[in-house]
């Protein structure tokens, strides 16, 4: 079994920044990607930014230039740098691994962009 936990979020101005976590333990072999969701209130589950074993990555548009993933392999972490952050920005953000065929969540963790 593979267990997530994400840290970091919190409540934060608009124009602030917040720096998310997640750590992945357990039986970890072969990761081929992880990424960042966010699930706003009263709307779908959406993806974040994604990074492949390979370093590729991929940032949604919406977060494009503001937000940054990238993963310590040795220490099997996935961050998300948030910059620049907006209101829109609020909601739970979750950390998700993929080790074919199984994909792993974590609990998620609370962001609040408000003044």
């Known amino acids: 079994q593979v267990q997530l936990v994400e840290s970091g979020g919190g409540l934060v101005q608009p124009g602030g920044s917040l720096r998310l976590s997640c750590v992945a333990s357990g039986s970890i072999f072969s990761i081929n990607a992880m990424g960042w969701y966010r699930q706003a209130p009263g709307k779908q589950r959406e993806l974040v930014a994604a990074?492949?074993?390979?370093?590729?990555?991929d940032h949604a548009d919406s977060v494009k230039d503001r937000f940054t993933i990238s993963r310590d392999h040795a220490k099997n972490a996935l961050y998300l740098q948030m910059n620049s952050l907006k209101p829109e920005d609020t909601g739970v953000y979750y950390c998700n691994l993929i080790m074919i065929p199984s994909v792993y969540w974590g609990q998620g963790t609370q962001v609040t962009v408000s003044s």
């Open positions: 990074i492949t074993t390979g370093g590729g990555s």
